[in-house]
């Protein structure tokens, strides 16, 4: 039954993608574009999982100041279920390649998010240096996985790449732990399960500099690992 019901959900997605293009196209690149189409896309996708979903300091997801929001990167099934990390002034950082998903990729760049070309070092660099002065300068918060790829359960080294640039716009970093799927939902059934996030205590950057960049991404790994083992743990496991 997943195999079937994994294919619908992107036939889904691409078409919720299709239905908002519009939107991006009246106001091309704004800020609150994927605050209001995450929270569409967020309620249908979880309706079709029949997920329930449970967030835990909900508030310090509205930021009010830039912010760089960190969180675990799972698997493909986070694009059904991490649209409710997004609010109003807040967009994701990306792969290039997205680019090329019909659809879904397109929107996600009209949308406003930030796209990067990780091959290139030099090129991937600047697009940070350019992201934290679009930060600044928009007073927007950026969500990124600094994973950098799926972890499939468990987890990998973070890259520096998004506590570079927090350091370098100064700006907060909000960690936020997101249950383990594989240990809690099981899409085979019609209620597949609860997802649950929890946001941490932010953590501020002011006075560091790029010499700490390595301690702080150890901090961050260590408090998100420790908090998404703690609410997978909270929650119905599956036989």
Known sequence: MYPIRVVFAFILLATLAGLML????????????????????????????????????????CTTQPTVIISNHQDTQDMFFCEALMRNGTVAMGKWELIYIPFIGWLFYLAGNIMVKRANKEKAQHALSLAAKKMRD???SLLIFPEGTRNNG??????????RLAIEAQTPIQPVCISQRTHTMNYNKLHCGTVKIKCLAPISTIGLTQDDVVDLAVRCR?????????ITQSLPQIK
């Open 154 to 163: 468990t987890p990998l080294p973070f890259k520096l790449g998004a506590f």
């Open 138 to 140: 928009s007073n927007l």
């Open 22 to 61: 519009p939107v991006t196209l009246v106001r091309p690149l704004h800020r609150n574009n994927m605050g209001f189409i995450c929270g569409i896309v967020s309620r249908v996708m979880y309706r079709y999982w029949g997920a329930k979903l449970e967030i835990e300091n909900e508030q310090r997801l």
């Open 222 to 230: 260590k408090l998100i690992e420790a908090g998404v083992e703690e």
